[in-house]
Nanobody, 115 residues
């Protein structure tokens, strides 16, 4: 059974930092591309960042230079380091893994950027 459990969200002031974690189980983690998505109220879910099994990363233009995705295969965990947070980064952040045609999601973690 695939499980993705996110943690690390919270309330932070503009310009602040947070690190999100996603612990995965039920998959051969080291072989999978992992992604972070976010969904703000009234908006569609969007890809924030992804990292392949080989460590290749890609980012949404809106977070390039501020966010960093990384993985620890020994811990079956993917991270999202978020620096220079802006109010428009406020959203629920979700971890994702795609197994063939099926996408699996965590429960999400709320990130709120506000003064």
């Amino acid at each position: 059974q695939v499980q993705l459990v996110e943690s690390g969200g919270g309330l932070v002031q503009p310009g602040g930092s947070l690190r999100l974690s996603c612990a995965a189980s039920g998959i051969r983690f080291s072989l999978r591309t992992m992604g972070w998505y976010r969904q703000a109220p009234g908006k569609q879910r969007e890809l924030v960042a992804a990292i392949t099994s080989g460590g290749t990363t890609n980012y949404a233009d809106s977070v390039k230079g501020r966010f960093t995705i990384s993985r620890d295969n020994a811990k079956n965990t993917v991270y999202l380091q978020m620096n220079g947070l802006k109010p428009e980064d406020t959203a629920v952040y979700y971890c994702n893994v795609q197994l063939g045609a099926v996408g699996y999601w965590g429960q999400g973690t709320q990130v709120t950027v506000s003064s």
